[in-house]
């Protein structure tokens, strides 16, 4: 091996050293250096390196991520949001039928409040700004609130892709579990007849009224976009325990929806779209299996005819379901089995100082 030559402080040359036969991090000058940083170019042990930049020799050290921001927010942040955020958004929806109120009551149509209600409940042009708004003020909430707390968008919310196989599985899993969802409603309609705001009603009756190329983006893109975004990106990635963070996100997300005979059909949907942004560590995941469920609802509620056996009479659908989701499930975790083994930002635990630290 040749040897090199080491310019000393006070300007002598120090021949024949030796070079050393692994580099060394900058940071830490005691660790072998396992890459180098993509933006400044320093070597990096393996505890700088992201352990969200899978496929690199080395992420971002810890410097640059320091300048770049925090990988995620606090859960106390998280929670503080979830709840502003959702009291907000029930408010901007609700200021769209409070105008339509003073519209029927200007035209001399608010004599029967009955009806009032049912005529905005049941119009696309007063739901469908309201669920804009809504969605507007939820979407909002969660991107400002990791700027706000000067976090990395990025991997705060999730915005990573996953396998293209998820894409395809992700979708067709949730699909799978509608008739649990039909089931868990037809449940609560049989037993809790008088535990609904009708909102489930009023959303199919403007479902099959309404121009399909304004019904679905309204009733699938939007929520499909900004629910996901608050409660599995913005909340979800925030709490560190992974159980708790699967269970609150997907509890509160079905309750978010109010309506008891809603909140039980979106549970078991919640839970799912809790794991799949879990798994994959990519918001766009329940993003898309999102946005497909809603659209499948909304095609399902305007073709399918009205007076179809109750899910009770042909229960077998939903172990059929289960056993489909299942596959998916199987499929989506091969799919990831790599990321299974790397640490999400959101989870990662505090970094044990090196010998001599």
């Known amino acids: 091996m040749d040897s090199e030559h080491v310019d000393m402080p006070d300007g002598s040359r120090l021949e024949g050293v030796e070079p050393a036969l692994d580099p060394l ?7 072998r250096a396992t890459g180098t940083c993509p933006r400044c170019g320093d070597n990096v042990c393996a505890r700088c390196v992201d352990p969200s930049a899978r496929g690199q020799a080395a992420g971002a050290c810890a410097a640059c991520r320091r300048k770049l921001g925090k990988d995620t927010i606090e859960p106390w942040q998280g929670a503080i949001a979830l709840v502003v955020g959702g009291i ?7 200021s769209v039928f409070v105008v339509g ?45 990791p700027w706000l707390a000067k976090a990395r968008l990025k991997t705060a919310l999730g915005l990573r892709g996953a396998p293209w196989p998820v894409f395809i599985a992700a979708p067709l899993g949730i699909v799978a579990l509608g008739p649990t969802s039909d089931l868990a409603r037809t449940l609560m309609v049989e037993y809790l007849p008088s535990w609904t705001l009708g909102s489930l009603d009023s959303l199919n009756e403007v479902a099959r009224s309404a121009p399909l190329w304004a019904i679905v983006p309204a009733m699938a893109f939007v929520p ?16 560190r325990a992974p159980l708790l963070a699967l269970v609150l ?7 978010y929806h109010m309506d008891p005979h809603h909140v039980a059909a979106v549970l078991p949907l919640g839970f799912y779209l809790a794991w799949l942004g879990q798994r994959t ?36 659908y939903v172990p059929i379901g289960w056993l489909i989701a299942a596959g998916c499930v199987g499929v989506i975790v091969y799919a990831t089995r790599r990321r299974a083994a790397v640490v999400e930002p959101a989870l990662e635990p505090a970094l044990a100082p090196l010998p001599g630290e």
């Open 25 to 31: 991090c900058a940071a830490h000058p005691h660790a």
């Open 88 to 94: 907000a958004a029930q408010l901007a929806g609700a």
């Open 249 to 255: 996100s997907a509890v509160l997300f079905a309750a």
């Open 281 to 316: 560590g990519s918001l766009y995941v329940p993003i898309v299996a999102h946005i497909v469920n809603n659209t499948a609802a909304v095609v399902g509620s305007r073709y399918l005819p009205e007076n179809q056996p109750s899910i009770l009479e042909e229960w077998w």
């Open 224 to 239: 499909g976009i900004a629910e996901e975004t608050l409660f599995r990106g913005m909340f979800q990635r925030s709490i």
């Open 101 to 145: 109120v003073f519209w029927l009551m200007a035209d001399g149509q608010a004599a029967d409040p009955v009806a009032m209600q049912e005529r905005l409940l049941g119009s696309f042009w007063v739901l469908g700004p309201s669920i804009f708004l809504t969605g507007l003020t939820m979407f909002l909430v969660g991107v400002a609130t």
